[in-house]
């Protein structure tokens, strides 16, 4: 009897016992749609997020005000350094030489109630004060009018680009925002622009966002400090570290930083968000691996389970075959194959059980990208090898070994 037969016969044994096969193959199934669906679920979200963050890439850094923590270490006060200004940043965007997109942020308020005509928001609206390179440097995209011009934002124009969440809150549906005024802490803006559906993952909500030129932003603060964040943005990464030390330099020289201190600043590379990221996913990873895997071993016993109940019924079976001269190797080749086509029909079914179920988790957490797991597909289907060869090992060695003389007068 060779390979394919002892597969087609695997096959056929598979049908004779049809109810205890297919219960057997919807453990495995089971246990490979919850590997395979969490991951999945997994992948979609790390797809969205990093589309979502996909302007902070690996070729742009920030530069912010150092946090200060103001608590005492090993009894020692800690230095409190002055906040990143206005005027800095400007000086920063001026004087730097480096070939670069440099943005400047700030952000106003998140509780701001906007108004236009009789139509008004929750008071939940994020106002941000930007530069015209913000929305390029952030991939935003403008649907309709346009982003800001360098006029607009030298001389703090009353102009403002609105997300996409917020016109459809204010105009409905059919609308054009742009031209019309919006009005917030007693002042009017004219609409400009508005940004395309960013999605509820993206950075700072966008869709529920004002930005308003960084000018602007400073006279309506009322002398409060805001938080000013420039964002550099270069061609090429392989220079990441030359800019940065450019960029070190220039700050520490505008802020009076004296040599030997250390940064009055922060300054971040941003790919540290993707790495942020990944040690995360992988942690959930990680946990949806665990899942699934003991999901599996409780299959691959119950398999085992079976496979010996199977060598039990089939004794006489298998005495025959030995009678007829298959050798020790065929009879465990005919088990284990049995055991593995088993595993890898239960294994097809989780699979695109795991792929859907993934993807409306997805789906059901607002993220549209369908997602097709090529790597844990692959994985699914060596895992599920793996079970049916270690359970179908031990019964297929035991009925390799049965007496055939004994086998054929098995009752």
């Excluded at 065929?330 to 079914?349: M, N, S």
């Excluded at 790597?375 to 070994?401: D, E, N, T």
């Amino acid at each position: 009897m060779d390979l394919v037969e002892n597969v087609k016969e695997g096959l056929r044994s598979i049908k004779a016992n049809m109810l205890r096969s297919v219960l057997t193959a919807l453990i495995v199934a089971i246990g490979i749609t919850s590997l395979v669906g969490i991951l999945t679920a997994i992948d979609g979200i790390e797809y969205s997020i990093s589309e979502s963050l996909s302007s902070l890439g690996a070729n742009t850094f920030d530069i912010r005000s150092k946090f200060n923590r103001g608590n005492n270490r090993d009894g020692l006060k800690e230095k409190n350094y002055s906040p990143l200004l206005l005027a800095e940043a400007q000086k920063f965007i001026d004087e730097y030489s480096y070939p670069a997109t440099i943005s400047l942020s700030a952000r106003l308020t998140i509780l701001a109630e906007i108004k236009h005509g009789s139509e008004k928001t929750n008071p939940n609206v994020n106002v941000t004060g930007v530069n015209e390179d913000y929305m390029p440097i952030k991939g935003l995209n403008i649907g309709n009018g346009r982003n800001f011009s360098r006029f607009e934002i030298q001389y703090g124009s009353k102009v403002a680009v609105i997300g996409f969440q917020l016109a459809k809150t204010l105009y409905g549906e059919n609308k054009n925002p742009v031209g019309t005024e919006i009005s917030f802490k007693g002042t009017q803006f004219k609409v400009i622009g508005t940004m395309v559906e960013k999605g509820e993952l993206s950075e700072n909500n966008f869709d529920n966002m004002v930005l308003i030129p960084i000018i602007v932003a400073n006279q309506l603060a009322s002398g409060q400090g805001l938080n000013y964040r420039l964002t550099v943005g270069i061609q090429d990464p392989e220079q990441m570290d030359y800019a940065m030390g450019e960029a070190t330099g220039l700050m520490r020289k505008i802020r009076d930083d004296d040599v030997g201190n250390e940064n009055s600043f922060d300054l971040e590379k941003s790919e540290s968000l993707a790495q942020n990221l990944e040690s995360i996913t992988s942690g959930l990873r990680f946990g949806g691996f665990g899942v699934g895997f003991i999901t599996l071993l409780g299959a691959s016993i119950a398999l085992m389970n079976i496979m010996l109940v199977s060598v039990t019924e089939r004794t006489r079976e298998v005495g025959v075959r030995k009678a007829l001269g298959a050798t020790p190797l065929r009879i465990r080749q005919q088990f284990v194959i049995e055991a593995i086509v088993v595993c890898v029909l239960g294994g097809i079914g989780g699979i695109i059980l795991g792929i859907l179920i993934g993807n409306l988790i997805s789906r059901a957490i607002g993220i549209d990208t369908f997602v097709v797991p090529w790597l844990w597909m692959m994985v699914g289907m060596g895992i599920c090898i793996m079970v049916g060869l270690f359970s179908g090992w031990y019964p297929a060695s035991k009925a390799s070994k049965l007496d055939p003389i004994e086998s054929l007068r098995f009752e």
